[in-house]
């Protein structure tokens, strides 16, 4: 089926496809859920969790994260950097080529990282490369990045998706030739999304699949079921509720790796303009009793914005952190009855959260806290996720949107 497939797309290019002798067997193919709908395919836009996942699948930057979360080469096959940590010179691989054959050069990776810095990027993680300030290709192998400040870590966010090559200017969609070992070959929106090996990644003797099979299935209870029938090879998620039964009855299954990220709530500052107000309600939320038996994957309480496991940086945290939560929850009521003396707090609070049972349990759990510690009550909103991605961007009478990083 697959060498069907290469044929024709040949046929339409007019391009040679590099030669495969036939093969009698099945496509191997990997069938994996992946929650949600893809907002983009655009790996520049990619934010949410589904994006970036088949972003990483599609799209190769100068640099790639191994298994243990090391930076390695990518279509660079090495990188210098200057001593002052101002400039660094990457040697691009020898014959890359774009998924459509055409060649793949550093004028194309300029083009992505350029793009990054216009005034009109729409791009979430363009802040993250705001110290490259000239970016030239020098030759077809050779591109430079001059930076206004030492940024130690740029080898490890040019494996991002935002910066990856651009094939050319414009409006990216899903027919554009891809960079990374997998191309798409079908989508059906709201089912699937079917990749299949890209023949001229520069690596793609080492791609042992032929194809990766990804299911949007919002409902975990749903991806659960298909998993245990036989009909997915690796789910995206699994409902808090059953990590427990499911660590005895499938140990050997069931895997949960360190992950480097911030759950939490956005705040809608038109409507919550009061600052004590905003303090009280992060007091009164009871980390520990969140992550231990609502969630209880082994999740770290989060206080403050930057988790650990970032190399060469201590987070900051909140000052009341360590304090015990009796405490810090009689100064959140404090600053709570001082706000609603001021007019500072809503009769009732909304909480907009895209459709998920962890979700939804998170919420709860919140909605019960602030009615405990702040004598507030919590509607929560659920919403598809299309409806919750437009909202997170345009909050209008949400107080509270959920936000991951």
């Known amino acids: 089926m697959a060498c069907v497939f290469v044929a024709a797309s040949a046929g339409c290019s007019g391009r040679d496809e590099p030669v495969v002798e ?72 020898d014959g890359l080529k774009w998924s459509d054959g055409e060649p793949l050069d550093a004028e194309h990776f300029a083009a992505g990282l350029l793009a990054l810095g216009q005034p009109d990027s729409r791009a979430p993680y363009a802040g993250l490369f705001e110290s ?29 998706p935002a910066a990856a090559p651009r094939y050319a200017p414009g409006r990216f969609d899903d027919a554009a030739p891809v960079s990374g070992p997998f191309r798409l070959r079908e ?15 520069w690596d793609a003797a080492g791609v042992v699949l032929d194809q990766v ?56 500052m038109e409507r919550l303009t009061d600052r004590d107000a905003r303090t009280a309600l992060a007091m009164a939320v009871d980390r520990g009793r969140i992550t231990r038996q609502v969630t209880g994957a082994g999740e770290l309480p989060a206080y403050g914005w930057i988790p650990p496991g970032i190399a060469g940086y201590a987070p900051a945290r909140f000052a009341w952190q360590g304090l015990p939560y009796e405490q810090v929850v009689e100064a959140a009521r404090r600053l709570w009855s ?14 907009c959260t895209d459709a998920s049972a962890n979700h939804h349990r998170t919420a709860v759990a919140l909605a019960d806290l602030w009615r405990t510690a702040l004598d507030v009550e919590t509607r929560i909103v659920e919403m598809e996720w299309g409806a919750y991605l437009d909202t997170r961007r345009s909050p209008g009478e949400c107080d509270l949107v959920r936000l991951g990083w």
Do not use: C, M
């Open 22 to 93: 036939a093969d009698p067997r099945e496509p191997l193919q990997l069938r994996r859920g992946l929650g949600a709908e893809p907002d983009t395919l655009d790996p520049s836009l990619a934010e949410d969790n589904a994006a970036l996942a088949i972003a990483a699948e599609l799209h190769e930057g100068l640099t790639r994260t191994g298994p243990d979360g090391s930076v390695r080469p990518g279509a660079a096959e090495s990188w210098e950097v200057t001593g002052d940590g101002l400039s660094y010179l990457f040697l691009l691989r």
């Open 132 to 160: 490259v300030r000239v970016v030239e290709a020098l030759d077809a192998r050779h591109l430079r990045l001059t930076l206004a400040r030492p940024l130690p870590q740029l080898p490890a966010l040019l494996a991002l």
């Open 187 to 201: 989508r059906a929106i709201g089912e699937r999304l079917l990749l299949e090996r890209n023949p001229y990644y």
């Open 213 to 268: 099979a990804y299911l949007t299935l919002q409902d975990l209870g749903t991806e659960l079921k298909l998993y245990r029938t036989g009909e997915l090879d690796i789910t995206s998620e699994v409902p808090n509720t059953h990590v427990a039964s499911l660590r005895e009855e499938l140990p050997g299954e069931l895997h949960i790796a360190p992950y480097l990220g911030v759950y939490a709530y956005a705040v809608n």
């Open 338 to 351: 001082a706000a609603r003396s001021r007019g500072g707090v809503p009769a009732t609070l909304t909480l």
